[in-house]
């Protein structure tokens, strides 16, 4: 089975308006609200890839009950942790989110250790104000003797600490990555030393996004795969990595080769930036019949 945990589950609030001017009433063309969160967003992707996965967290209040209801919606099975508030409690509650308590990391934990081998765990995103701010380390500290494939996808500490457990995969982009060792990477060619510098400190496999530049991976077959992103006109870059993780999970479950899921994670994250939800199977096949023909024509 395949899990993910996202410690920052939001509501995101969809717009689209045409010329919009500041200073004048604007009316708004398109409006959709989501279940959000870098966790999530792997979860619903994987959904339409047509893999099941049970998303973990904390939820609590209206905010709470309407992510879960949303996500169960997409047939998703959900296992959030709900944290109790009383009333005065209330002024604890701010935008990072609520109050967690010992107990309620206690209940992750267990979940996360009934967890069987070769299941996968996916981590990402930011570790708010109201947990322990070493959560990544605890909890790929309490995993570390299952086989698990775990996935790990955030930034600078969070990143760098996980890679003494060895994850799976790790998926920064180059930004991220240049900012970890003080330079610039704008190609393809210029972020391959760094991602072997990831996977000498830890990391199985590398996958570095580049937005529009493509994409890169260094695998624990020491392969080193590079491609241009697929050709399409960006409408919406949010979730567009989360969506590259969950086509890399999905084509390394599929066919067991690197080279097909980093193909699948390529296509299924620009799938997403090309369209204003979040990447379906049918956008994402026609992007890989199209990076494939392209593969082959330059061979």
């Not at 959709?32 to 967290?57: Q, R, T």
């Given at each position: 089975?395949?899990?993910?945990l996202t410690?920052?589950?939001s509501l995101?609030?969809?717009?689209?308006?045409n010329?919009f001017?500041?200073?004048?009433?604007?009316?708004?063309?398109y409006?959709?609200?989501f279940?959000?969160?870098?966790?999530?967003n792997?979860?619903?992707?994987?959904?339409?890839l047509?893999?099941?996965s049970?998303?973990?967290g904390?939820?609590a209040?209206?905010?709470?009950r309407?992510i879960?209801?949303?996500?169960?919606?997409?047939g998703?099975k959900?296992?959030?942790i709900n944290?109790k508030?009383?009333?005065n409690?209330?002024?604890?509650?701010?935008g990072?989110?609520?109050?967690?308590?010992?107990?309620n990391?206690?209940?992750?934990?267990?979940?996360?250790?009934?967890?069987?081998?070769e299941?996968i765990?996916?981590?990402?995103?930011?570790?708010?104000?109201t947990?322990?701010?070493?959560?990544?380390?605890?909890?790929?500290?309490?995993?570390k003797?299952?086989?698990l494939?775990i996935v790990?996808?955030a930034?600078?500490?969070?990143l760098?600490?996980s890679l003494?457990?060895?994850?799976?995969?790790?998926k920064?982009?180059?930004?991220?990555?240049?900012e970890?060792y003080?330079v610039?990477?704008k190609?393809r060619?210029?972020?391959?030393?760094?991602?072997?510098?990831?996977?000498?400190l830890?990391?199985?496999n590398?996958l570095?996004?580049?937005?529009?530049?493509?994409?890169?991976?260094?695998s624990?077959?020491k392969?080193?795969?590079?491609s241009?992103?697929p050709?399409g006109i960006?409408v919406?870059?949010?979730?567009a990595g989360d969506?590259?993780?969950?086509?890399f999970?999905?084509?390394?479950l599929?066919s067991g080769?690197?080279?097909d899921?980093?193909i699948?994670g390529?296509?299924?994250?620009?799938?997403?930036?090309?369209?204003i939800?979040?990447?379906k199977k049918e956008?994402?096949?026609n992007?890989i019949d199209?990076v494939?023909?392209e593969e082959?024509?330059?061979?």
């Amino acid at each position: 089975m395949i899990y993910t945990l996202t410690f920052n589950p939001s509501l995101d609030y969809i717009i689209h308006v045409n010329d919009f001017r500041i200073g004048e009433i604007n009316r708004t063309t398109y409006e959709k609200i989501f279940a959000g969160g870098k966790g999530i967003n792997v979860s619903l992707v994987l959904k339409n890839l047509g893999h099941d996965s049970i998303p973990l967290g904390f939820v609590a209040g209206f905010t709470g009950r309407e992510i879960v209801k949303r996500i169960e919606d997409e047939g998703i099975k959900t296992a959030f942790i709900n944290v109790k508030m009383r009333s005065n409690e209330e002024t604890e509650i701010n935008g990072q989110g609520p109050k967690i308590s010992d107990e309620n990391i206690l209940e992750l934990f267990n979940r996360l250790d009934k967890l069987e081998d070769e299941d996968i765990l996916v981590i990402s995103g930011s570790v708010p104000n109201t947990l322990p701010s070493d959560m990544y380390e605890q909890i790929l500290n309490r995993l570390k003797n299952k086989k698990l494939n775990i996935v790990v996808d955030a930034e600078k500490d969070l990143l760098m600490k996980s890679l003494a457990f060895h994850p799976f995969l790790i998926k920064p982009n180059n930004k991220e990555l240049g900012e970890i060792y003080g330079v610039e990477l704008k190609t393809r060619e210029d972020v391959i030393p760094y991602a072997m510098k990831l996977q000498e400190l830890g990391a199985r496999n590398v996958l570095i996004s580049l937005a529009g530049q493509g994409a890169v991976l260094v695998s624990e077959n020491k392969e080193i795969y590079k491609s241009p992103a697929p050709k399409g006109i960006l409408v919406n870059s949010i979730g567009a990595g989360d969506s590259m993780v969950a086509g890399f999970i999905s084509g390394y479950l599929e066919s067991g080769k690197y080279h097909d899921a980093f193909i699948k994670g390529l296509c299924t994250g620009s799938a997403s930036a090309f369209s204003i939800e979040l990447a379906k199977k049918e956008e994402v096949e026609n992007l890989i019949d199209k990076v494939l023909k392209e593969e082959n024509n330059a061979n």
